[in-house]
């Protein structure tokens, strides 16, 4: 079974502009997670989707939003960019929301000029 | 606040050297401490899962445990294909939020 997919690998933007990030869960997986890593650090925690829903956000402001779609696939949004915005965004999809470990796809690395 | 703290930040051993890994945490009501491997430029990794003090789940050369404070991942007889960095992490609801809450990880090294 394929995993979870992310798109696109890489990214450049410049200042200012806007950014949209593409994940597609397992295949039955219905919650969806995004986190931001920088260099040299863990993942931080931005939002979690279950069924289509926003069930958690983490301290992001909001420049940041996401969604999830009827098939369960998610896009996470960044607007106005700026240079500590350039990190490793990964996505992580379970099971169901209770009690189901995370997976994480490759991720997306965003570099910002 | 949750907080997940692991050390050593960097470790290097030779072939075959056991060791462990450390990874302490305050998240308040746990419910499961999450061990994931990453190699550089991917995702992490999933690894195991704990969910109460006493547990130890084991893979090939990897045993992790867990007690009320603090978890282990002990790495026996180590190859050079075991280095990666070793993240931990804790959530702390099994429902609602599943945010994971992580540590800055350890970055193994195995020198053949």
């Known amino acids: 079974d394929a995993g979870v997919t992310q798109s696109p690998t890489h990214l450049i933007k410049t200042r200012g502009q806007h950014v949209t990030l593409r994940c597609s869960p397992i295949s039955g997986h219905k919650s969806v997670s995004w986190y931001q890593q920088v260099l040299g650090q863990g993942p931080q925690f931005i939002f979690q989707?279950?069924?289509?829903?926003?069930?958690g956000r983490g301290n992001f402001p909001d420049r940041f939003s996401a969604r999830q779609f009827p098939n369960y696939s998610s896009e996470l949004n960044v607007n106005a960019l700026l240079l500590g915005d350039s990190a490793l965004y990964l996505c992580a999809s379970s099971l169901d929301g209770p009690g189901n470990e995370q997976f994480f796809g490759p991720g997306t690395r965003l570099t910002v000029l | 606040e949750d907080q997940v703290t692991q050390s050593p930040e960097a470790l290097r051993l030779q072939e075959g050297e056991s060791s462990s890994l450390n990874c302490s945490y305050t998240?308040?009501?746990?419910?499961?401490l999450f061990w994931y491997r990453q190699d550089p430029g991917k995702g992490p990794e999933f690894l195991f899962t704990l969910y109460s003090a006493g547990e130890e789940k084991e893979k090939e050369r990897l045993k992790a445990t867990l007690t009320k404070k603090e978890s282990f991942l002990h790495i026996t007889a180590p190859k050079p294909e075991d280095s990666a960095t070793y993240l931990c992490?804790?959530?702390?609801?099994?429902?609602?939020?599943?945010?994971?809450?992580f540590g800055t990880g350890t970055r193994l090294t195995i020198i053949p």
């Open positions: 992490a804790g959530r702390r609801s099994n429902f609602g939020n599943e945010k994971l809450t």
């Open positions: 989707y279950y069924e289509k829903e926003e069930r």
């Open positions: 998240v308040s009501g746990l419910r499961g």
